[in-house]
């Protein structure tokens, strides 16, 4: 496409197309997820609420309630399809998402600390797992590094990494007594229940902030993914660039575990489901984002079906689909000779 002034962009159809029926999927899940509940709401009724048109009842079961949570779901489930695409990108490995890395576990071990040596708050739980994302983000970046960071030397290190966080993390379990040990344990399951407005904000800011800046490195992304020495002759200032998407990857993943605990395997199954869909080359970083908002969505909607509301946590859901995902990736990846 071509803009009177002379400005080109490429557009792909097929993944524009994508894009807008993975959103659509995702806000029509969040809508009958809203519904759902104790006291139903048919989706009619929610679309009314939400449009200023409802009784007294309905709008603060909708608009305190419940719609907080979907949201949180939502941008919680957009930030791992977001930071697992990059993550994939970066490495140009398929298992180069969070969980594989170990973010995952440094934000656990974050709030873990906060449970068990401090007893802290909610929100003090929130910036523990925060930081401790952060942190391991920036251990993994570093002892990787060496002339630059290779995508399997980052891989390899990241499972170190999280094995090594993965033993703090049940040391720390042993030593909490059984009710900070309970909190801990359905913290560390991931769940979107009891989220409010106090979670939406952080992570509605910060994707604000965040995917804007992505989007704009996209074209160095793309380069990057065929190797560092081409995307370097094409004018991509390589370390920066990943250094910067790593950055962003690594807030993204570590304020969604803060918000929703470590939701499994969204981070890690998102970019490839977006990239069979669209059956484009490169990150696909808009679909990822949208697959991860609808598949957390609908898995959330799907726990509370089948089971009720808050009987089972949506990580529960996410971890069981995401195993049955990575045995199959596995199995493909090894047919095809890569490993």
């Not at 769940?191 to 992505?214: F, I, M, T, Y």
């Not at 380069?223 to 950055?247: F, S």
């Amino acid at each position: 496409m071509r803009s009177p002034g002379g400005l080109s962009v490429r557009l792909d159809v097929r993944a524009a197309l994508v894009v807008v029926l993975l959103l659509l999927a995702a806000l029509a899940a969040g809508v009958v997820l809203i519904g759902t509940g104790d006291f139903p709401i048919s989706a009619g009724d929610v679309l009314k609420t939400l449009a200023g048109n409802g009784n007294a009842g309905q709008e603060f079961i909708v608009d305190e309630l419940r719609l907080p949570r979907v949201l949180v779901g939502l941008l919680v489930g957009a930030s791992l399809g977001l930071g697992g695409a990059l993550f994939q990108a970066v490495t140009r490995n398929p298992l180069g998402s969070p969980d594989v890395l170990g973010l995952g576990q440094g934000a656990t071990a974050g709030a873990l600390v906060m449970i068990v040596l401090f007893s802290g708050s909610a929100a003090e739980v929130t910036v523990g797992a925060l930081v401790g994302g952060l942190v391991t983000g920036l251990a993994i970046y570093l002892l990787a590094w060496k002339q630059g960071v290779h995508g399997y030397r980052l891989v390899l290190v990241g499972i170190g990494v999280s094995a090594i966080v993965t033993a703090v993390n049940g040391y720390l379990l042993t030593v909490s007594d059984i009710v900070d040990a309970a909190r801990a344990v359905v913290w560390m399951t991931g769940s979107l229940s009891g989220r409010d407005w106090d979670q939406v904000w952080p992570l509605l800011g910060l994707c604000a902030v965040l995917v804007p800046l992505v989007l704009v490195n996209a074209r160095g992304l793309r380069m990057l993914e065929m190797g560092d020495d081409v995307a370097g002759a094409l004018g991509v200032r390589v370390e920066r660039v990943r250094a910067l998407l790593m950055v962003a990857a690594v807030l993204l993943t570590a304020t969604a575990t803060a918000a929703a605990g470590p939701v499994s395997f969204v981070a890690l199954t998102a970019p490839q489901l977006a990239r069979r869909l669209t059956r484009s080359p490169g990150p696909n970083l808009l679909p990822s984002l949208c697959m991860g908002a609808a598949l957390l969505v609908t898995a959330d909607l799907t726990s509370q079906r089948l089971f009720g509301a808050d009987q089972l946590p949506v990580g529960v859901v996410t971890g069981v689909l995401g195993g049955v995902y990575l045995l199959w990736l596995l199995v493909t990846e090894r047919r095809a000779g890569r490993i």
